[in-house]
């Protein structure tokens, strides 16, 4: 393929996905949500791989779930909530972390009862680590998108120092 036709081939793909983020925002954000998810269960099972034979599959899920969540935050900051990721990187990332503990915990948990409860999983963790992360994923995107990368809360502090008439009527009566 040409370099031309490269370029002109990322030129429609960027020019569609954002048509469908005007279009289907929250569809849009979900389907990005779980490509960085996606990424980030590589990461995970990698680290589960490396670090399960040194420390047992607890102590494993553990840092490989604490590792995913890092590199997820970032992502879904750069490319899911890019509009939204408004402050500290540092209080947006504790805020992730804090959100994403909940499904950090029903994934760990998930994982665990399927290794302990049946064979399959048992034999084979990795398969027991994809299935707790497809438990935590939807409670992880709601949680962020309604908390972590919620502007709103900004926006609407901002709407009312700039509010012309608002700040006209608060000067008036004297706030």
Not at 72 to 94: C, E, H, I, M, P
Not at 122 to 131: D, K, T, Y
Request: hydrophobic content about 45%; glycine content about 8%.
């Amino acid at each position: 393929m040409s370099r031309l036709n490269r370029f002109n081939l990322s030129s429609k793909l960027v020019g569609f996905i954002d048509r469908s983020r005007s279009r289907y925002a929250e569809l849009t954000r979900l389907v990005t949500f779980g490509f960085v998810g996606l990424s980030g269960m590589l990461i995970d099972l990698g680290v589960l791989y490396v670090v399960h034979p040194l420390t047992g599959l607890a102590i494993g899920r553990a840092v490989a779930i604490a590792t995913a969540m890092t590199w997820n935050f970032f992502g879904n900051r750069a490319v899911t909530f890019q509009d939204k990721a408004t402050g500290s990187v540092w209080q947006l990332y504790w805020k992730f972390v804090a959100s994403c503990s909940f499904g950090a915990a029903v994934n760990w948990t998930t994982s665990i009862a399927l290794a302990a409860n049946i064979e399959l999983f048992r034999e084979n963790v990795i398969l027991s680590a994809i299935g707790g992360v497809l438990a935590g994923f939807l409670l992880n995107f709601e949680l962020c998108r309604r908390w972590v990368f919620n502007n709103s809360h900004h926006n609407q502090s901002t709407a009312r120092t700039t509010n012309p008439e608002r700040t006209n009527a608060n000067q008036l009566h004297g706030r």
